[in-house]
Structure formats: C-alpha cells, structure tokens
C-alpha cells in the first residue's frame, strides 16, 4: 500500500485540508460539562507531556476505525468503475453499434468528460452550504439513475425515440450526477474520522480511497470490453445491452451501499459561508469598482485591493495569492487535453492494430487503454523508492515540483510524437498488421507526466495556497480538466487534419508551447516569491531592531526625564 504523502489526487486533497484542520480552542471552564470533562483533562495530559515532559494516569482514548468509511470506500470502488466503464466503450459503441462518426463519437465523450470535470464544483458548493454531503450525494443519484435508464434503452430495438436525442440526454444525466458526487464522497469519508486523535488513519483512509479508486478505473478498462465480447444479443456479435447492463448494476450496488451507510455517517454542520461564491464575489467586486472610477482617481497597487472595505484586507490577500498561483495553470489545459485522449483516438488507433499478444492472448482494442493506470501503479514505487534517491544522491536535493510539472509536459508531448510515429506506421501496412505492443512506449510516457505533472503541479499549488483558499485551487484544478476536454472537442469539430498522425503532431506541438509558457511563468513566479521572502526578511529585521531599541528607550528616558529635574 502506497503512503498518503506518495500519491494523491484532486479527490482527497481538499477533503485532507478540511479534516486536518485545527481543532477549536478549548472552551472557558463554565462552559465545560460533566461529559466533556474527560476529554479536556486527555487534551490538558498532553500539552503538560508536550511541554514539561509530565504525564498523568489517565489511560490514553482508543477510538475505534469509522464503519462509515468502509461503506464510503465501496460506494466509490463500484460507483468509480459504473462511471470510467462508459468512457472505456463509447466512442466505439458510437461508431461501431450506432453507426456514428469518429469525430462525432470523439466530440460526445469528451463533453461527456467535461461535465463531469466541471460539475465536482457546483456539488461541493452544494454540500458544504446548503444541504451536505449525504443529502447533496442522494439527489445527484437519482439524476444519474434516471440517466442509466435512458442508456440502456438506447441498446434496446425498436425503441422508437431519437437515438442522438436519447444517447446525448443520457450521457448528460450520468455526467451530471459523476461529477458532482465526486468531491462529496471523499469528504464524506474524511469527516467520518475524529482529528488529531486519528491522523494516522486519516491518512492511510486517504491512501486507501485512491487505491480503491484506480483501482475501479483498472478494472473499467478490462471488463466491459471482456463482457461485450464474450456475449450474443439481438443478432450482434457485440452486446452492448450486457455491458450497459452491468455497469448500471455496478452503479446500483453503489447507490445501494451507500444508502445502508446513511445509519452510520456521522452528522453533518452546513458551512456559514461558502469559499468558492465569496472568491468570486471579492474578484466581481473587485472589477465593478476597478470600471467605475475615473483615471483621475487615485488606484490601489494591484487591481484586486479595490475589494478592500466590502472584504477584509487579510481575505483579498489571500484571494491575491491564489490569483497568482492559477496564473501558472492557464497553460496546462492541453496537458489534460492530450490525457483524455487514450479513451477517443487512442482507442481507435488501437482497434487498427493486432490486437493479439504472444500469438495466444487476444484483447480488445479498448482494453489496451488499461496500459495506463497499470503502468502508473508501476512507476509510482519506482520513483519513490528508486529513481528519487537516486536523484537525491547525484544532485543533492529531489526534484522541485515546477521542474517535475516541466519534465512531465515534456513527456506527455513525446507520448503524442510516438503517437503520430505509430499512426504513420500503421497507414503504410495492412490493417490489423502492426502489433498493439507498439502502443506501451506512448502509454509510458503518458503515464510518466501524469506522475510528474499531474500529482506534483497539484501538490504544489494545495500547498502553496492560502489556509482558506485550498479548496479554491483545488476547483481550479478540476475547471483545468474540464476545458483540457472542450480543448479536444473544438479541434475535432474543426477537422482541419489529412489524417490522424497530423492530428497527433500538432497536439505534441501545442504541449511544448504550453510547457514553454508554464516554464516561463513559473520563473516569474518564483522570483516574485525569492523577492517578497526577501522583503518579509527585511521587515522581520527591522521589527527586531524595533523592539531592541524600545526595550533600551525607558533607560534613556527616566535619564532624561531625571536631568530636566535636576535644572529646574
């Protein structure tokens, strides 16, 4: 089992924020009762242990693992692998089962996959001020059911409807509900725990959940395709009913599991405020004074300050802080873009190869893609275990995570060079010629950015960002995603490529521009920061040498003030 401080994703990170935060101050000794005592006294036990080295008899508090996590975690695994197994065999239940186009089948599930990229926001907006996580969970669930129906039905004859209507309904449905359950469950499970009594488990929870959540996507990559091959059904050799049907039966085992769980999640308390709606406001504010004054009138340093008065002045620095560090995103969209693309045109460069693996194993062309998250949980160890020490001991020092982010785009665009390579291959011998093995060194080097960009660029702004801004980078992250997706879709539209390899060499292009202007960006970045260290150094001296002169200054005076007696 890999350590929560080894992977992570843009799932858990917000939800570790929210749960590790610090516990309230203790309460005035009125307001303690009977119940509490107890619990004060442990607290009181410590900090004296801490600070004196003092301990008392009092046997410490055992607090047992939540058996609402474990209904959480199922919840997700079945939920994880309804949700990827769509993206596994659509664009070729589009194509092959619906006779659409591949650009057409390309355009829907990368809208399919923005949905469910940008809706995460608007379900923790949800759940944090108005209804919870629970409540936010169980209404999403009944559209994304009502959506599996409606699929379903698009893989039954004669059903007597619009199949494009139908298939773009429900693909939204399902979207919809993905995406705006996901942050609610990771929260959901984190809150479960009581912190810092169960830290540790905390973090092994959180280890735990992306185990179980790549997990799903492994197991969506394989058996889907396995279940439409190996059945019959209304005259096709591939039946697509058989794998809508079981995937809906997965989703339902999640919303089943998750309902049984509702006996044992703990109470919820609704948010005051929610972060996100108030970030918005300060920048909306911010930008209606900033039009309203005249060029005569005096203009704070930067633009943002205008909100200062509405909002508190600590608040709009913060919202400043997390400007500057989502400036460094604004590249990165076609990072994502070229990421979502093993599930389109990946696939269907797979389903024009040879699929057979040592003359004997035959696979089907979607299920090549689960090259990815098997190679992932590969490199993962190796990196941590292998290559980071080795780095450690020839540079003396790991790798910075903006360098990581550079590194990683750099691969990413090499995925999609070896990407166009092959695509050229393949168009100059027969078809089914070329082995499906050629595909490992593109999913390689697409895994090895995700690990060097992905993980580490998100790391790199949760912790860089303010206390109360985590979330605010985190929704950021997810928005990166979802436009890294409409990225694909507007491209396609234009159809302006002879053919795919072209296609290919151009999104590799794209990614050394972007890579180039985040390297850019992240220099600039980091001498703003070197520079306002430097300054907050110089007023840390000053202030020192503030207090040492204040701490001579009554000396001085009462001499004074002695000697002007004295003349008088």
């Known amino acids: ?103 057409f089948a390309t355009i829907m599930l990368h809208i399919f996959n923005f949905f469910g990229q940008f809706c995460p926001i608007f379900g923790a907006i949800l759940a944090d001020s108005y ?24 893989v039954l004859p004669n059903i007597g409807s ?19 359950i996901r942050a609610c469950i990771t929260s959901l499970g984190a809150q479960q725990f009581k912190v810092p009594e169960q830290a540790s488990r905390l973090a092994e929870y959180f280890s735990l959940y992306y185990f179980v959540y790549y997990f799903g996507i492994l197991l969506s990559k394989i058996l ?41 999640y703990k109470s919820e308390k609704l948010s005051e405020e929610n972060i996100l709606i108030k970030f918005y406001g300060c920048i909306k504010h911010a930008l209606v004074v900033k039009w309203s004054r005249t060029r005569k009138d005096e203009q704070p340093a930067y633009w943002l300050h205008n909100a200062v008065g509405k909002y508190d002045e600590a608040f709009v620095n913060d919202v400043c802080k997390v400007l500057k560090i989502t400036k460094l995103f604004l590249p990165l969209p076609i990072y994502f873009a070229l990421l979502a693309q093993q599930d389109s045109s990946w696939t269907f460069q797979a389903s024009m190869m040879n699929t057979t693996v040592l003359n004997t194993i035959t696979i089907q062309p979607d299920q090549a893609k689960a090259m990815g998250p098997i190679l992932l949980f590969i490199l993962i160890p190796l990196w941590q275990y292998i290559f980071t020490p080795i780095i450690r001991r020839l540079f003396g020092r790991e790798l910075k995570p903006l360098h990581s982010v550079t590194i990683g785009g750099v691969s990413s665009a090499l995925a999609f060079i070896c990407a166009g390579v092959l695509q050229e291959y ?12 050629w595909q490992v060194p593109q999913f390689l080097l697409l895994m090895l950015g995700e690990l060097l960009l992905s993980i580490p660029g998100l790391k790199f702004a949760f912790t860089q960002a303010p206390a109360s801004m985590k979330s605010v980078v985190t929704a950021a992250w997810f928005i990166n995603n979802a436009f890294g997706n409409l990225i694909v879709v507007f491209i396609t539209k234009l159809d302006i490529f002879a053919s795919q390899s072209y296609e290919y060499f151009f999104y590799a292009v794209l990614m050394i521009v972007s890579i180039i202007i985040f390297a850019v960006l992240s220099y600039d970045y980091v001498l703003h920061q070197q520079a306002g260290d430097l300054l907050a150094n110089i007023n840390l001296l000053q202030s020192r040498r503030h207090l040492m002169e204040d701490d001579d200054e009554p000396t001085t005076s009462a001499g004074s003030s002695s000697s002007r007696r004295i003349s008088i």
């Not at 619009?162 to 705006?180: E, K, R, T, W």
């Open 131 to 154: 209804f919870g996580n629970v409540r936010t969970i169980s209404y999403f669930c009944m559209l994304y059911a009502i959506g599996w129906v409606m699929l379903i039905l698009t």
């Open 426 to 437: 393949i168009y100059n011998h027969p078809y089914r010629y070329v082995s499906i093995v």
């Open 1 to 103: 089992m890999f350590r929560a401080s080894q992977i992570a994703s843009e799932e858990t990170l917000p939800a570790l924020f929210d749960a590790t935060r610090s516990p309230q101050p203790l309460r005035s000794t009125d307001d303690i009762t009977q119940a509490d005592a107890g619990t004060y006294l442990r607290k009181y036990e410590r900090r004296l242990s801490l600070k004196y080295g003092l301990t008392t008899s009092l046997p410490p508090i055992k607090y047992k693992y939540p058996l609402a996590v474990v209904f959480v975690l199922l919840t997700k695994f079945f939920e994880a692998f309804a949700a990827n197994g769509i993206r596994t065999v659509l664009v070729l239940y589009l194509r092959d089962d619906l006779y659409f186009s591949e650009n």
């Open 224 to 264: 889907p395709p396995f279940v439409r091959a190996k059945t019959q059904c209304f005259g096709k050799t591939d039946c697509y009913s058989a794998v809508f049907g079981t995937l809906g039966l997965s989703f339902a085992a999640s919303w089943v599991i998750f309902a049984i769980g509702r006996f044992f």
């Open 162 to 180: 619009s199949l494009i209507v139908l298939v773009s309904v429900s693909l939204l449905f399902i979207a919809i509900g993905n995406g705006s």
